[in-house]
């Protein structure tokens, strides 16, 4: 064979050889598929879990403990370390109760047994109860400290159509709380004469919280003669604090008398203070010689407006009527005089 022949062969082998590897490399080659809409992605299915196979018995074997202390626990991925409570079969789990000594257990709000103490008390020593005695020269507790007041409600000028006047009405006590001795006089002078006086000595003692019972003699000095009379009383607060001074008299030959008072202090301002006062007068036989009929004899009727310079010194003005009743009028009109009578007055009011 020539040699040109021979090149030929070998040129076309090789060609040969070069398109069948061409062709089988096409072949691996992924043709692209046309693009088909998306879908949403499905959660894919956990792969069932292999049963896993028993283990054979193996004896136990000595093995040394581990030493924990020297592992490193910072690159252990405790993430990875999950348990799954959702395959443990909580209706096998039982806990035997009668087995824990529930006397050793404490409990926070647990309320003590019925008929225990909370604190026990200790047994009562005789340095307690000598400590408990007063000491043997202690002070006067306050409601055995003596007190006294004397009080001028009272004490006025006042121009009638007889003349010029002056009138008082003031009390006194002197006491502890529970034992008071009373003095209380009224009276009146005109034109530098007498008109009425009378004065009081009683012992009064509370009966309530705002109440005292009082007893003991008055004695009148004008009109007329002189005489004495057994009085007994009370003195206090009646509701809506109107203070009230209610006292009864008998006298000599079944003679009776009464006399009722009542005030009330209205604030108008802190200084400014407004006083009524009302008082009434009943006997229970006519006295010719004092002018004084049965019955209710008079009333004195007052408003007085009074300014509080201090606690214990008040000036004031105001306006008094006075009327008589029954007998005690009649016996007044005989005498010259009216039987009702209006003044204006102004005076002071003090205590101390």
């Not at 003031?170 to 006089?185: E, F, H, V, Y």
């Not at 309530?208 to 002189?226: A, E, L, M, N, Y």
């Not at 008998?250 to 200084?271: F, K, M, P, Q, V």
Request: aromatic share 6%; no cysteine; charged share 25%.
């Amino acid at each position: 064979m020539k040699t040109s022949q021979l090149t030929t062969l070998a040129i076309g082998l090789v060609l040969s050889g070069g398109a069948a590897a061409q062709h089988q490399g096409h072949s691996s080659m992924t043709m692209p598929m046309p693009a088909e809409p998306a879908q949403a992605p499905q959660p894919a299915k956990p792969a069932p879990k292999p049963a896993a196979k028993p283990k054979p018995a193996q004896k136990p074997s000595a093995e040394k403990p581990v030493d924990h202390s020297a592992m490193d626990h910072s690159t252990m991925d405790h993430s990875q370390m999950q348990m799954d409570h959702s395959t443990m079969d909580h209706s096998q789990m039982q806990m035997d109760h009668s087995a824990m000594d529930h006397s050793q257990m404490q409990m926070g709000d647990a309320q003590p047994a019925a008929g225990a103490l909370r604190t026990p008390i200790p047994v009562l020593t005789d340095a307690d109860r000598e400590a408990a005695r007063p000491p043997a020269h202690d002070h006067p507790v306050h409601d055995n400290t003596v007190h006294s007041k004397v009080l001028f409600n009272r004490l006025e000028a006042f121009d009638a159509h007889h003349g010029n006047g002056l009138a008082w009405e003031g009390q006194a006590w002197i006491g502890t709380d529970t034992d008071k001795l009373w003095l209380r006089s009224e009276g009146e002078r005109v034109d530098n004469r007498t008109e009425s006086s009378d004065l009081e000595v009683m012992y009064g003692r509370p009966i309530s919280r705002w109440w005292d019972v009082v007893g003991g003699v008055r004695h009148d000095f004008k009109p007329g003669p002189s005489q004495d009379w057994a009085a007994i009383g009370v003195v206090g607060v009646a509701p809506y604090k109107f203070e009230v001074e209610a006292t009864a008299y008998i006298g000599a030959s079944g003679r009776t008398a009464a006399r009722i008072e009542a005030e009330y202090e209205l604030l108008l301002t802190n200084r400014l203070v407004l006083q009524p006062l009302v008082e009434a007068n009943f006997n229970g036989k006519d006295d010719a010689r004092r002018g004084i009929g049965s019955g209710l004899s008079t009333m004195e009727a007052g408003l007085r407006l009074r300014y509080e310079v201090n606690r214990k010194f008040a000036p004031y003005i105001g306006i008094v009527q006075e009327h008589a009743f029954g007998d005690t009028a009649d016996f007044r009109e005989a005498l010259g005089e009216d039987k009702r009578d209006t003044r204006i007055v102004a005076g002071v009011r003090v205590w101390f």
